[in-house]
């Protein structure tokens, strides 16, 4: 069966989509039966897909900014997957120093900028990161995601006219899994098809099946090319599913266990390792050691985690309040 995308490609997807996979059970475990892990926790089970295809389509220079439901693409974009469990255990040596916690992991070092709580703000921030990036000249783009709850908040609509009124090299990415915590797409507005939110400002829009890491990467790759080209934003749809509830303690009453089933049975992971195993790009045996790679990989976190100090008394205030004395240098 003949293929778009190489041998290495498909891989390198089903790796990292089985990392998310098993970094977010190994949390979810160390939450409920160990109790190490304490606070929110938004698992991205099911929509893994959407990191593969977006680092596949993108530059390492571009920049990530995303929600609370931020696991998956942090580990995606190369925050240490043992600075991400330690960050969830609260440890110094956490990304956010163990200050942040499930919903606001940070990587500033390799273009991860959050991690945000509040319900679209991370959407004005993106521009401005966006904006920050064109002022410097670069070509870096950024990507900036949010569920469908947020495509309600009026920053959304603030930010779209300003990023196309300054054509600003970021896409929009809307994870659309079809409910906003617990209420359906349906019941909060008129307008079912988010992609056409970009239509009132002329901004260019797509919807994509965000099950498929393939068509993320050429949706990916589309906006990414207009962007890059000063050609502004693109406003992406990426229709997913997650598989858990809108965090650990949702009782998931609002959706039925056939849909869920349903929506399994399309998983991303295993429909990358049909293809694997139907092209002959790798045999189960080596697919075996690179489940056995990864599972060593998140125990190695577990123990890197518990093994971490906790942040000292002294560290309660610092990274909060900015001395005002502190001189605003301006490149």
């Not at 930010?159 to 209420?183: D, H, Q, R, S």
Request: charged share 25%; aromatic share 12%; hydrophobic share 35%.
């Amino acid at each position: 069966m003949a293929t778009k995308f190489s041998k290495e490609t498909y891989l390198y997807w089903y790796e990292l989509m089985q990392l998310i996979r098993q970094f977010e059970l190994m949390a979810e475990e160390k939450y409920k039966m160990d109790g190490k892990i304490r606070g929110f926790f938004h698992a991205y089970i099911g929509q893994e897909a959407i990191a593969a295809g977006c680092m596949t389509g993108t530059r390492p220079e571009d920049l990530f900014i995303t929600a609370y439901r931020d696991h998956g693409l942090a580990v995606a974009k190369g925050v240490s997957v043992n600075s991400c469990m330690a960050e969830l255990y609260g440890k110094v040596t956490g990304c956010a120093k163990g200050k942040g916690g499930s919903m606001h992991f940070f990587g500033k070092d390799v273009g991860f900028f959050g991690g945000h709580g509040i319900v679209g703000a991370q959407i004005g921030t993106g521009a401005g990161l966006a904006f920050a990036e064109q002022y410097r000249g670069t070509d870096n783009v950024v990507l900036c995601f949010f569920g469908d709850g947020a495509a309600r908040q009026g920053m959304l609509h603030e930010t779209f006219n300003l990023a196309m009124l300054w054509k600003l090299p970021v896409i929009f990415i809307c994870e659309n899994n079809n409910y906003a915590m617990g209420t359906s797409v349906e019941r909060t507005s008129n307008v079912i098809d988010i992609y056409k939110l970009a239509d009132g400002y002329e901004m260019p829009a797509d919807t994509i099946d965000g099950m498929s890491p393939e068509s993320v990467h050429e949706g990916i790759g589309r906006a990414v090319k207009r962007a890059r080209e000063k050609g502004g934003p693109t406003l992406l749809e990426i229709k997913t599913y997650r598989y858990k509830g809108h965090s650990i303690s949702d009782p998931q009453k609002y959706r039925t266990k056939e849909e869920v089933e349903e929506y399994k049975s399309k998983d991303p992971i295993q429909m990358v390792l049909k293809k694997i195993l139907d092209n002959q790009f790798a045999s189960m045996e080596e697919i075996n050691t690179i489940n056995k790679r990864v599972d060593q990989i998140v125990l190695d976190s577990v123990k890197f985690a518990e093994e971490s100090p906790w942040p000292d008394d002294s560290e309660m205030l610092k990274d909060i309040y900015v001395d005002q004395n502190y001189p605003f240098i301006v490149d």
